[in-house]
């Protein structure tokens, strides 16, 4: 029996996207709790808990998008001419915001809040253009002769927009639980309040969502709701209330690990049930992933590099996060 290579690309992709969804999501969640904290020291503090590897989260960002370009040429065509401006306005707000980034521990005070705004204006808009090209995918782009064929102002529909405010939603609760984790004292007190709020959010999101799909879409809701998947895929709500009641009930206790750990599996959840919702298609409604595939040859060549550099940097991800691991204080940070 041969390789299936379009499998193993499809999970590589998915595998990339996820990786990146985790751990850029809070460094981006925290650019948008900003402005619950007014302290320019608890700013750098928050700060500080991502400077050492805040740039190497976006790897899978560009290991996902060229393995998109590479293995499924027509999915990446396609999804580019179709979501060109979301697209280049999420490049161009995480630009801007690892420039505020690093330019705010530089400026002097007259100089501080106009990047601190930077930051919390680059985070939120490249969250909602995230979401909002999720959000697009998921409903569909009409495809003819292999080519985009509808509006580059498709993306403007309320549900992609509905889902970018979703995933700000997201990645706000993901930082909040990030924070909760590596803070303590007053900045800690501070972000409990804001935890619980954000998961009723975020649970009331996934709600709408998972309402929205199948009702916008009639296959959608075969999927989900026709006998005996209905009984396959309950565990994923199931799952979903499960990790809301844990962050609540650890949020309520003051514990430092749960908020973040019961946020993950919200995301990874969400994004299981948007899976779930298009298999096997990569570009819904009609173009699975097989019919999207480069050549045999193409992907053959480019699994061998693919299997040389992922365990690499899953390597230096892993020290990274081990080598800082812990509580994040005031005296120690980035300069």
Known sequence: MGIDLPVIWFIIIVFSTLMYIVMDGFDLGIGMLYPFIKSDQDRDLMMNTVAPVWDGNETWLVLGGASLFGAFPLAYSVILDALAMPLT???VALIFRGVAFEFRFKADDSHKGFWDKAFIFGSILATFMQGVVVGSVVQGLPVVNRAFAGSYFDWLSPFALFCGFGLVIAYSLLGCGWLIMKTEGHLQQSLYKVAKPLTLIMLAVIAAVSAWTPLAQPAIAERWFTLPNLFFFLPVPLLVLYSTWLILRSVKKQGHYLPFFGALALIFLGFAGLGISIWPNIIPPAISFVEASA?????????????????????????????????????????
């Open 295 to 335: 050549p045999p040859e193409s992907q053959g060549f480019m699994l061998v590099g693919a299997l040389f550099i992922i365990p690499i940097i899953l390597v230096y991800t892993f020290w990274s996060y081990y080598v800082f691991r812990g509580k994040t204080n005031y005296e120690e940070g980035y300069h």
């Open 89 to 91: 306005l999420m490049l």
